[in-house]
């Protein structure tokens, strides 16, 4: 099969639900993508017909229910690689989602780096040389280097574990936005996660450590009294 | 069952009843998760570490599909991979490393999907049911229930039952109970349920091992005192007593 080289950045049609389908557009910045993010299915079969996206990645568990319908469109009659994302633990809509032709599947919740390894290799799969990985990448002002896994702050570097990563993309990807420690919690840490648990505000507290950032007068993360976490717009 | 394109070997190619052949390459704890979680896609399992087996493995029972622990065997990527003149064995890489380069450089030396340490059982069928029909355009039975001692378990609906009452198990309850029944009879140390389960980079809370188990044994209706299943074994660790008719389900 011959294979279509990609000439400028690739296309990425984004079907999911904020707050996650900011930090899958944020995470992207790692490759030489451009994005789109639908709202619903019928807007992304809008999108498929006049934007031509070269990769569509799809939320399962949407609220709009009709994202298996999605899984390998076509544009100009090639089928269009396909990422679906599920909750863990569903095997029925796994098997469903790859019966339909789906490519890959990212279980929710995730972290940066497996979105990023994910769509470079079905890229690469897809359109022979696939897309250039970008390592470093700035996050609302911030330097992120996901290969070393490091952030710099003034000359420090300290190191972000998978997690706290994870919370500062899904933060600074909703800038302005409150979000609640249950919705932190969904996206990154799932079901298996019981309420209550404050796994949360402690990832927040270390990663503000790191980023020395001063609860009391936040330059990254603010707190919401009673609500959650904000991320504060770019200084 | 499809046979792996490009083989000639006459009588090599399987019958269209018979298994999927997987091969693991894999430590013995991990390695019977897999292997018995497998039993949901009615495949045929052999485990290897050693070199020479697996090169002799490759060649002469042909496995369809591998599964290799990418942290600790990752040599073994190129000896599957050079049983091509067999026709393309997928490999599923398994990592705890969440590590880019890592991932990108695996995926050009021959893997073709990656499991990452957390994982619930039910990416161990799902990709493979991905990779035998991409690779081999075969469609792979899935076994949905299958039987454990006195449990039974219904992977697709997500059940675990015990004389017809439903356990409500979480996937990583439902994790740790396979990891347990597939070791039976031996003890795991709480480090080893953490590396299987947790993986090392994962934070977690330090007691989530006994919270777990106690949370498991409570659905089970299991005394500690007196366990029908789960037994703690002083300064060792947690083990799944062997039950006769078990202990050929986990072999």
């Not at chain 1, 780096?113 to 690469?124: D, K, P, Q, S, Y």
């Not at chain 2, 799902?126 to 355009?137: I, K």
């Not at chain 2, 006195?150 to 198990?169: A, K, Y």
């Not at chain 2, 089970?220 to 703690?232: G, K, S, V």
Request: glycine share 8%.
């Amino acid at each position: 099969m011959k294979k279509n080289q990609l000439l400028g950045p690739a296309r990425v049609l984004i079907v999911v639900d904020q707050p996650l389908a900011n930090l899958v557009a944020l995470t992207l910045d790692h490759g030489k993508y451009v994005t789109h993010i639908a709202r619903d299915v019928t807007s992304a079969e809008a999108e498929l017909e006049t934007w031509r996206p070269h990769l569509l990645l799809v939320d399962l568990d949407a609220d709009d229910a009709d994202g298996l319908g999605l899984i390998g469109q076509r544009v100009a009659s090639k089928r269009v690689p396909t990422i679906v994302f599920t909750v863990r633990g569903d095997l029925k809509t796994k098997l469903a989602a790859f019966d339909r032709g789906a490519d890959d599947i990212i279980t929710v919740p995730f972290v940066p780096e497996e979105l990023v390894a994910r769509t470079l290799a079905l890229m690469r799969r897809s359109y022979g040389d696939g897309v250039a990985f970008i390592p470093v990448i700035n996050v609302a002002g911030l330097e992120v280097d996901l290969l070393n896994q490091q952030v710099k702050v003034g000359k420090l570097r300290p190191e972000l574990t998978a997690m706290e990563q994870a919370l500062l993309y899904l933060l600074a990807s909703n800038p302005g936005q409150t979000l609640g420690r249950e919705e932190i919690l969904d996206a990154l840490w799932g079901a298996d996660y019981v309420a209550g648990s404050n796994v949360v505000d402690r990832h927040v507290r270390n990663l503000r450590l790191k980023l020395k950032d001063d609860w009391r007068n936040p330059r990254f993360i603010g707190t919401v009294a009673g609500k959650g976490y904000r991320f504060l717009a770019t200084p | 069952m499809a046979a792996p394109s490009g083989r000639t070997r006459e009588g090599a190619e399987p019958a269209q009843t018979e298994s999927p052949r997987a091969l693991i390459v894999m430590n013995e704890t991990l390695g019977n998760l897999v292997v018995l979680t497998l039993q949901h896609g009615s495949y045929d399992t052999k485990r290897t570490t050693d070199r020479e087996e697996c090169r002799d493995l490759v060649n002469d029972w042909a496995p369809h599909i591998s599964f290799i622990d990418l942290d600790l065997f990752e040599p073994f990527i190129d000896i599957v991979g050079a049983g091509l003149t067999h026709g393309h064995t997928p490999i599923v890489a398994f990592t705890r490393r969440r590590d880019t380069a890592l991932k990108l450089s695996a995926y050009e030396r021959g893997a073709d999907d990656i499991i990452e340490v957390p994982f619930t059982l039910d990416e161990i069928v799902a990709r493979p049911f991905a990779l035998m029909r991409r690779a081999h355009g075969a469609s792979v039975a899935i076994v949905p229930r299958i039987k454990l001692d006195g449990l039974e378990v219904d992977l697709i609906e997500q059940r675990v039952t015990v004389g017809g009452r439903d356990l409500h198990l979480t996937p990583i309850q439902q994790t740790l109970l396979y990891l347990l029944a597939a070791n039976a009879g031996k003890a795991l140390s709480r480090e080893d349920l953490l590396a299987t389960i947790w993986g090392g980079e994962f934070e977690i809370e330090s007691n989530v091992v006994d919270r777990h188990i106690r949370e498991l044994r409570v659905k089970l209706n299991d005394e500690w005192r007196a366990p029908r299943y789960i037994e703690t074994v002083p300064g060792a660790g947690y083990r799944f007593k062997l039950q006769a008719s078990l202990a050929s389900a986990a072999e």
